[in-house]
């Protein structure tokens, strides 16, 4: 009789920083074999961010499947967020990673050569039935390289306090324009009517990519060979920033710096509306009951950020037993105890509602079709790099919008150009 399993806590892996990633095999698939059996390995991070209750959700799925399985073993050990990919890179390079990870998008085109693509051992129902927004996340070219778990989405939200305060009532924007006009009135009641972070530190998925794409623009062309950003949708959603900080409808020291959330201007309930920050976020300062959930802003487009979490496998291993321990997780009734307690989605069409008589969660929602993860492109983190110190540059006044994002392509087509 196999012994009970537990989610470790500890890297089975010593690692140690390393700049590439080879395409080798994975720690479970010594003891694997082609007929299905054997041991599949699972890297984790705490998405339930409860301890005792990740360990239970696992351990719950791990025994479910492994009785439905016999012939195979799972392990799942839960690592920090902190330095993952460095762990997971340094573990596959000295052939002892994982058969299965955790991976959100932008990672799969990093990880690409390394991975089995998920038409190999999802089925053609479970395909089908994903959402096209999830399904769209983890495709690079046509080969869908990883298996979405669960979804969320960063719509635009307002503050309804700062809304009737500033006799603005149910006026919520819904586009550029709309927004664009609030602002005055806003700013002459003591109030922004956004904020931006522009601190270099930030994530351009969430603070810039998305006007770029409301715009209808993206970061990279098409084949993924060059930068896109400084087309004239790059221009005009760099303007259109631009114009908020020049005219003090948006804090000019977020540019610069990125303070604790209690900090801020958003907190002390001074912003309207905000595309960056998520409903949990500013509960806490704004209370409940102002939150005011609305689609994405239009410009020429409607596009949201939106995170998809997935399950990957690794090659090197037994692909049949670890693809239906993905498959396994990623069922409806399955996945959805990894998605309520953080707050996140089904990733299938028909799932049924997690959140019901929660009209905020909801509305959310609403707004999952329309998100975008970010460019799955090898070198899409070394981009945010060049980019992001070149838009503070055209927020500071610094540069033209154009320049600086001439600038910014300039660098970013050299970086691409090395990682192809």
Known sequence: MRSSKRIG????CTAVALTTVAAVGACGSGDSSSTGGGTVTTWVYPVIADEKANQAYWDGLVAAFEKANPDIDVKVSTYPWANRDTALATALAANKG???????????????????????????????????????????GDTALATPVLMSAYPLLCNKKVFDDAGLTDRYPTTWEELSALAPQLKEKGYFATSYSGDTTATLNMTFYPLLWQAGGDVFSE????????????????????????EGWAPKDLVTTTPKIEQTDLAKNKVACTWQNSAAEVEPFWGKDNIVVRPALKGDAEAAYGTVGTLAVFKGGDTDAAGKWVS???????????????????????????????TRQQETAAVLDTTQVGPLNKAARDVMGVLAPELQAALLDQKSPQDALDAAAEAADQLIARKR
Not at 106 to 115: F, H, K, S, T, V
Not at 226 to 246: E, H, M, R
């Open 328 to 358: 396994f997780v990623a069922q409806e009734k399955n996945s959805a105890g990894l998605q309520k307690p953080g707050g996140y989605f089904p990733t299938r069409t028909g799932a049924a509602d997690l959140y019901p008589g929660d």
């Open 9 to 12: 806590r500890t890297l089975a």
């Open 98 to 140: 994982p058969d299965v990870a955790y991976l959100i998008p932008d990672q799969l085109a990093a990880y690409e050569r390394n991975l089995v693509p998920a038409d190999e051992y999802l089925s053609g129902a479970d395909r089908e039935a994903l959402r096209p927004a999830a399904l769209k996340a983890v495709t690079v």
């Open 223 to 246: 084949d993924g060979t060059k930068a896109a950003f400084n087309s004239p949708a790059g221009v005009k959603a760099l303007t259109w920033l631009k114009t908020f900080i020049d």
